[in-house]
């Protein structure tokens, strides 16, 4: 079996897919994006593709991996690393697609027989979470996740502080104690900004605290791991097992690899297995598409150290498509009692709609995060 051709679809909302067709067996998807930089991560897949995958044998997946990810001299960051994720994903798909099995088959089988996921409230500026985790818990979800403020100033004052405790407060009290909700810090604060809201956090017992310091403080992680009996998060911007070894050696719980940006199935499975080494769980980072989502599962039903899965469903970025809308059965992403059911198909275990896919493509405005700034006109992290 070799590989003949590699196309990439740009969609609504923000998404790109590919997809590998081989000469004599199965087509397979993958979805390498990272958001607000789709054209190019598509740019970097097509160099890839010429580079290191038309004509190779798609079942070598961990030496077209070795290949794309090192072959090129300069390697890392999150362009290339969600190029090589997205295709990485398309070959695992061709290789359960041939092989007639479900990936995490593949991967020793399932561990689990259904997985715990959790759905975004608030926007990107909470201001009534309440009836959103209400909706949310009627919904069936028993997990939520919000963010922890709007535009923050480095070090919050005493009102910015109250209103990150109320909205938690308005959370638990909706949840009652048997249901979860994260608080997803975004990189907003600094350090020290951190450890305050973290420690106004604690009596509302939140599942965890999400990035409480951006991604280049990783070393200083330390200081809010040590501060608060909350377990920390972090991980989405980690892109391979060497960056996110500082992270889990400075104590944070859980760890959030997204499949679509940190080197695909075969990188996170990797770092699923460093992260159990640290007592770690693990929860993939997935605010994406149907592709980064399915790739996500196969990996939570074989890794024993699976915590819950993030999803995009009903996400606020999501305008003007959603994720079911490029999937022919969506049967597979059927929540019951918030937990999606064990993928059984072949390969990802997705069909996609092809067919809305091709019509779709080009048609996606180019999406890009808010750029906001402080009351004085400095940059501030959105
Ligand atoms: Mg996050």
Redesign the pocket.
């Known amino acids: 079996m070799k590989i003949t051709r590699v196309e990439t679809f740009a969609v609504p909302p923000r998404w790109l897919f590919c997809r590998i067709e081989t000469d004599d067996g199965p087509v397979g998807w993958g979805e390498p994006v990272v958001e607000g930089r789709a054209e190019t991560v598509r740019a970097a897949v097509h160099e890839l593709a010429e580079q290191f995958l038309v004509g190779a044998d798609p079942s070598r997946i961990e030496d077209l991996w070795q290949l794309m990810s090192k072959g090129s001299f300069y390697r890392g960051g999150p362009v290339l690393s969600s190029a090589v994720a997205g295709i990485d994903q398309a070959l695992w798909d061709i290789a359960g697609k041939s092989l007639g099995a479900p990936v995490h088959q593949l991967l020793g089988g399932p561990v689990r027989e259904r997985a715990r996921a959790y759905c975004w409230v608030g926007g990107d500026e909470p201001a009534q979470v309440r009836d959103q985790v209400a909706a949310q818990v009627d919904a069936g979800f028993t997990a939520v996740k919000m963010n922890a403020s709007g535009r923050m100033n480095p070090l919050p004052n005493l009102a910015e502080l109250d209103e990150v405790a109320a909205r938690a407060e308005a959370a638990r009290e909706v949840l009652g104690p048997e249901g979860d909700f994260a608080v997803?810090f975004?990189g907003r604060f600094s350090t020290a900004g951190a450890v305050r809201a973290a420690g106004v956090l604690e009596p509302y017992a939140p599942m965890f605290v999400?990035?409480p310091v951006l991604p280049e403080y990783t070393h200083l992680i330390r200081r809010v791991t040590d501060s608060t009996r909350l377990p920390v998060a972090t991980g989405?911007r980690l892109f391979s097992r060497t960056e996110a070894l500082p992270a889990l050696q400075a104590g944070i719980a859980v760890l959030?690899p997204d499949l679509s940006h940190a080197g695909g199935i075969s990188e996170c499975r990797r770092i699923a297995s460093l992260a159990e080494t640290f007592d770690v769980t693990v929860a993939p980072?997935c605010p994406l598409g149907p592709l980064a989502l399915a790739a996500s599962l196969q990996l939570a039903f074989c890794t024993p150290n699976f915590l819950i899965q993030e999803q995009s469903i009903g996400i606020h970025y999501n305008k003007g498509a959603e994720l079911l809308d490029y999937v022919a059965d969506r049967s597979v992403f059927r929540f019951h009692d918030g937990h999606l059911p064990r993928p059984t198909g072949h390969g990802l275990g997705v069909e996609i709609d092809e067919k809305a896919v091709r019509k779709a493509d080009g048609s996606a405005k180019s999406w890009h995060n808010p750029v906001w700034r402080h009351r004085d006109g400095s940059f501030a992290e959105w």
Do not use: G, L, P
Request: aromatic letters at 0%; proline letters at 0%.
């Open positions: 997803d975004h999400e990035e989405e959030q980072h």
